[in-house]
């Protein structure tokens, strides 16, 4: 009987986890190679696509929803500073692979989410950095 890939998946996860790996590697060197060849899959594109929506889509990934998750965490719940500052850092993260996957899967927005994930992650060394900075005298 074959398998497509999620069902193997899925049967495989159930199979208990005792064995080491085949080679001695840490977990954050396998995360580290799975997304290295996602990245790799984005190379063939470039910023292209509706540059406005692009922009617009980055703007509230890295500025609307930073701002909106420290003021509910800050003055809706109250939370704890540092929580605080480490919810709203985790909001500033540059747009991930999941969208392009999920893009590219459904066949629309392809080069869009791409140009999301480019401009948000060149975006970002910027944006948390300053965030950073502000969070320290908050």
């Avoid at 199979?15 to 396998?30: E, K, M």
């Avoid at 910023?47 to 980055?58: N, P, Q």
Wanted: proline fraction near 5%; charge should be positive.
């Amino acid at each position: 009987q074959t398998l497509d890939p999620i069902s193997r998946a899925l049967k495989l996860s159930y199979l208990p986890q005792t064995r080491p790996l085949a080679w001695p590697n840490i977990v954050r060197d396998v995360v580290a190679l799975g997304r290295f060849s996602h990245g790799a899959s984005l190379t063939r594109f470039r910023i292209a696509g509706d540059l406005k929506e692009s922009l617009t889509l980055v703007v509230m990934k890295l500025a609307l929803l930073p701002a909106l998750v420290f003021i509910f965490t800050s003055y809706i719940f109250q939370n704890d500073p540092l929580y605080v500052a480490v919810a709203t850092l985790n909001a500033a993260t540059p747009a991930g692979i999941n969208a392009f996957l999920l893009a590219r899967f459904y066949g629309t927005y392809t080069q869009r989410s791409a140009s999301v994930i480019l401009l948000s992650t060149l975006f970002s060394a910027v944006t948390l950095s300053l965030l950073i900075a502000w969070l320290k005298t908050a």
